[in-house]
């Protein structure tokens, strides 16, 4: 699941599924949609987006992963570009609040923002799913 708030001129993504918030294509698919949402409000001039609980986003939901069949893991893997080419040339301010570990593709999302800020002290960013050969 995905939550949209608006405070002030703020939109404020926040991502919330299991403990880690890992993406599978429903939560990617959500966070994009959600993302575009936040892009078209005319009374928002910026963007954060964050994990819920202690997590910003683990990554990949490799479990599911290894249950899809090719052309679902070229779907999961084609919208992850996408959110985070339409997050990276956002005309807005966009800012990942780093409320715990980023890694994989949360650290993608991550780095797709204009700045990212540390908001846990040791929380990592990595792109850690190379040594699984993603």
């Known amino acids: 699941m995905v939550r949209l ?3 002030s001129n703020v939109s404020i993504i926040t991502i919330e599924r299991d ?3 890992a ?4 939560t ?3 966070l994009h949609q959600t993302f575009l949402k936040a892009e078209e409000d005319t009374n928002s001039s910026s963007i954060i987006i964050q994990g819920s609980g202690s997590f910003f986003s683990f990554g990949l939901d490799i479990p599911s992963l290894l249950e899809s ?4 893991v070229k779907n999961v893997v084609n919208l992850l570009l996408k959110l985070c080419k339409d997050i990276y040339l956002s005309d807005k301010i966009t800012i990942s609040s780093l409320n715990g570990h980023a890694t994989g593709a ?3 999302i991550a780095i797709s923002t204009d700045y990212r800020f540390m908001t846990k002290e040791r929380a990592k960013i990595a792109l850690n799913e190379i040594n699984i050969g993603l």
């Open 5 to 7: 708030e608006n405070i």
């Open 19 to 21: 403990k880690v918030n």
């Open 23 to 26: 993406l599978d294509l429903g």
């Open 28 to 30: 990617i698919s959500d």
């Open 69 to 72: 069949n090719r052309e679902e």
């Open 106 to 108: 949360g650290c993608m």
